[in-house]
């Protein structure tokens, strides 16, 4: 066996905990707040709205940090992101361009497209966790600002093997 095959089958066996932040809007107290309910992290999300807050937490926490833009953010691109860990396919969006607000129909057709396992969204600002079409739908909330009666919220993504968890935690 290789050493690149043995890494890739010894990855299905390794817990990796990823934090999913959104729509923070600068909002470092909120932040810190949800980084500690979170605790320790393999690697951290977020899901955009204050991508600048996303390029912070790159530089200052020790495990990788992948950001994307949203409608609040001056700049426009990436807007997505497709990555692979243990396997698993997981696209990453804010969701404005996909008009999540209307619904999730755009979300949904566009992960397919792109063979994602897990997608992760924000922009309503409202935690969400659901599966359609053997896919599992994650949007973490906001930690600024929870619409809809939600409060501040933050979610955690467990992959284990091949199981897939997430829990929201309310700020």
Known sequence: MSDESF??????????????????????????AALKKLGPLDALIHVGDYYRDG?????????????????????????RELIELA????????????GVKQGTVSLVREARLRQANVVL?????????????????????STHAGRKGKGRACALLVVTGTEVEVT???L
Do not use: W
Request: aromatic share 10%.
């Open 7 to 32: 890494l890739r089958e010894f990855q299905y066996l390794m817990k990796f905990n990823i934090g999913i932040l959104g729509d923070t809007h600068g909002d470092h107290v909120s932040i810190e």
């Open 55 to 79: 390029e912070a937490l790159a530089h200052t926490l020790h495990i990788p940090v992948i950001a994307v833009v949203g409608n609040c953010d001056a700049r426009r691109q990436p807007d």
């Open 87 to 98: 396997g698993k396919r997981i696209f990453v969006t804010h969701g404005h361009l996909q």
């Open 121 to 141: 969204f924000g922009h309503t600002h409202v935690p969400a966790a659901f599966s359609q079409h053997g896919i599992l739908f994650v949007n973490p909330g």
């Open 168 to 170: 929201h935690f309310s």
